[in-house]
Nanobody, 115 residues
């Protein structure tokens, strides 16, 4: 089992920015493809962004141009920079491997976009 601890969420106004962090345990972080996922009330968990071990990225259409995923292998950390936030971005955000492993889901971090 790999453990992930998400942080950086909070309340922000529309148009604002947040940076989420995901700290990973284990010794093989550098070879994992990683992803950020989110789940809003009443909706299924969805993939937001992925980053491969080599740094290639992909984004959901809903966040392209606004969110940036990055990683620091030395710190075993994945980041999600979120700009131009919209109310529909409100959700609990999780990090995990890509594809995700069931046993590795953490508690996530709440992002609320509201005026």
């Amino acid at each position: 089992q790999v453990q992930f601890v998400e942080s950086g969420g909070g309340l922000v106004q529309p148009g604002g920015s947040l940076r989420l962090s995901c700290a990973a345990s284990g010794s093989f972080f550098s070879i994992y493809a990683m992803g950020w996922y989110r789940q809003a009330p009443g909706k299924q968990r969805e993939l937001v962004a992925t980053i491969t071990s080599g740094g290639s990225t992909n984004y959901a259409d809903s966040v392209k141009g606004r969110f940036t995923i990055s990683r620091d292998n030395a710190k075993k950390t994945v980041y999600l920079q979120m700009n131009s936030l919209k109310p529909e971005d409100t959700a609990v955000y999780y990090c995990n491997k890509s594809p995700p492993r069931h046993d590795d889901w953490g508690q996530g971090t709440q992002v609320t976009v509201s005026s």
